[in-house]
């Protein structure tokens, strides 16, 4: 009776831990912690029809993964019509990196018919310096996000749907901030180097009427 009592306890205990952990995984998060920033992602529509352009789920997953193997040319990402915001939080004027190599914006998709791929994609070599933008106290930076397509330069991750479901979408942004925040490292030019995460988007695909 005590030992089934004990295991009860600790099913307990387990369940309980997995919900504080998915509770701080729903949150929006940075690095380092306690940046004067609200780093969102929010959506004018949450709904979407799933188009696979006339390929059944099967093959269009096996055309996806060719692509991220460079042996074919990845299909469209699905479009969508979302917004990141950069909020400052703070009571003074800050400048963040909202252009340039050291700038990368990742969309990653989660759930049940989720693919992500980093595709080889031909760039060019050149170095692509960040370019710094104010925010004023209490204002907000908004960026429109109109495809799945993300990444480095805005093209080295693809993130697809290829069922009808309900998704989850993670935003994640790599920066620079100036004021350099406790904890930054130094970019030696006045900028902080930074990362936010959003809390994820709940993201509803519908068969394709």
């Not at 990368?104 to 031909?122: C, D, H, S």
């Not at 170095?127 to 925010?135: A, D, K, M, Q």
């Not at 106290?137 to 993130?159: E, M, W």
Request: glycine share 10%.
């Amino acid at each position: 009776m005590q030992r089934r009592i004990l295991t009860l306890v600790l099913v307990a205990a387990a369940a309980a831990g997995a919900a504080a952990d998915d509770k701080k995984a729903d949150k929006p998060k940075t690095d380092p912690p306690g940046l004067p920033l609200e780093f969102t992602l929010t959506g004018k529509t949450t709904k979407y029809p799933l188009d696979l352009g006339g390929m059944s789920a099967d093959d269009f997953k096996k055309a996806v993964a060719a692509a991220g193997k460079g042996r074919a040319r990845p299909p469209a990402t699905p479009a969508v019509d979302l917004t990141i915001e950069l909020k400052n939080t703070s009571k003074e004027t800050v400048q963040v990196w909202s252009k340039g190599d050291p700038v990368v914006l990742t969309l990653e998709l989660k759930g049940k018919g989720a693919v992500n791929v980093t595709p080889q994609v031909p760039m060019t070599l050149e170095f692509r310096l960040p370019e710094g933008v104010g925010i004023e106290a209490g204002k907000s930076l908004t960026i429109p996000v109109k495809s799945l397509t993300s990444g480095f330069r805005g093209v080295s991750h693809l993130a697809y749907w290829t069922e009808p479901g309900e998704y989850e979408l993670v935003a994640t942004l790599k920066s620079g901030l100036m004021p350099i925040p406790k904890g930054a490292m130094d970019n030696g030019d006045g900028y902080g180097i930074i990362t936010l995460t959003a809390a994820p988007l709940k993201i509803t695909v519908e068969e394709k009427k």
